[in-house]
């Protein structure tokens, strides 16, 4: 059963920061690549950041450049988005997608919120 679970979402002030975690399982997640999206209340879903199966390379979104890092540990099968200096408009729901040569998966999300 394929399954993506994300975690470490929450309440936190602006300038601070979270990690988020997806932890993948049913499939060969290091043949995946791997990504965050989020969605703010009344927008669309956007990317947040990608990165290769490998680790080796990775893409941000240009607000979050600088603010925001993702990395993933193939041998735990997670993939995570270090997140700092967190503002108002970064409140959303944040996603974990991973995408194979056939195939391609979402988690259920997980929410931030940031306060003022």
């Known amino acids: 059963q394929v399954q993506l679970v994300e975690s470490g979402g929450g309440l936190v002030q602006s300038g601070g920061s979270l990690r988020l975690s997806c932890a993948a399982s049913g499939f060969n997640f290091d043949t995946y690549i791997a990504s965050w999206y989020r969605q703010a209340p009344g927008k669309e879903r956007e990317l947040v950041a990608t990165i290769s199966s490998t680790g080796g390379s990775t893409n941000y979104a240009d607000s979050m450049k600088g603010r925001f890092t993702i990395s993933r540990d193939n041998a735990k099968n997670t993939v995570y988005l270090q997140m700092n200096s967190l503002k108002p408009e970064d409140t959303a729901v944040y996603y974990c997608?991973?995408?194979?040569?056939?195939?391609?998966?979402w988690g259920q999300g997980t929410q931030v919120t940031v306060s003022s």
């Open positions: 997608y991973v995408r194979g040569f056939t195939r391609d998966y």
